[in-house]
């Protein structure tokens, strides 16, 4: 399979502890996107990259979160000090040039649910 | 910035009816139009898209229109079937970012 590949699949924490989810796009995309989705409302955009670099970054975003693509292929979120709200699906996304004007290809996400 | 507004945030239709939703856009210089399909505890997908060289596009039963001088464009779904049920979202493109989309039900 080629296609985007999230890891885990689901993750259960504490409140406080910190998680990191994984995320390795299709291998030839350029582009790399994190999304959070909560039920009933549709993909929040949180921060890409183009290659290695992270060009945008949700203004919405809490300095609780970082990403990572150190080396232009699979990247890395991590949510520190873990919060009841933070409880979502969180996507990846991934395209082959700019999104501007070419297709997202999602993975299947990891649900993270802080207790 | 600028963004996209889609209508309706709901719609349920008659197994074999058509279904329609719309987006409008305010940014001239927009030129990709993608639509999203996500069904219940799935992933979005892209289901079709439409470049701004383009008035139309089908693909079996699912068609995209685009109005350039209006600057809206549409999801047409011919003969809807119970599997079309799920949320379509027509995104920003430019920006990556997603409104909530319309719930789509269609009744047997």
């Known amino acids: 399979d080629t296609g985007v590949s999230q890891d885990p699949r689901h993750k259960i924490t504490k409140r406080g502890q910190n998680v990191t989810f994984r995320c390795d796009p299709i291998?030839?995309?350029?582009?790399l996107y994190w999304y959070r989705q909560t039920l009933g409302q549709g993909p929040e955009f949180l921060t890409y990259?183009?290659?290695?670099?992270?060009?945008?970054k949700s203004r919405l975003l809490s300095d609780r979160f970082s990403a990572e693509r150190p080396k232009g292929s699979f990247s890395t979120l991590e949510i520190q000090r873990t919060e009841q709200g933070d409880s979502a699906m969180y996507l990846c996304?991934?395209?082959?040039?700019?999104?501007?004007?070419?297709?997202?290809?999602f993975g299947n996400g990891t649900r993270l649910t802080v207790t | 910035g600028e963004n996209v507004e889609q209508h309706p945030s709901t719609l349920s239709v008659q197994e074999g009816d058509s279904a329609v939703i719309k987006c409008t856009y305010s940014d001239s210089a927009s030129n990709y139009f993608p639509w999203y399909k996500q069904e219940l505890g799935k992933r979005p997908q892209l289901i079709i898209d439409i470049r701004s060289n383009v008035g139309e596009k089908k693909d079996q039963r699912i068609a995209v229109t685009l109005n350039k001088t209006a600057k809206h464009f549409s999801l047409h779904i011919t003969e809807t079937q119970p599997e079309d049920s799920a949320v379509y979202f027509c995104?920003?493109?430019?920006?990556?970012?997603f409104g909530d989309g319309t719930t789509l039900t269609v009744k047997p």
């Open positions: 291998s030839e995309h350029n582009r």
């Open positions: 995104p920003n493109a430019g920006k990556s970012t």
């Open positions: 990259f183009q290659n290695e670099a992270q060009l945008e």
């Open positions: 996304a991934s395209s082959l040039g700019q999104a501007v004007n070419s297709p997202l290809h």
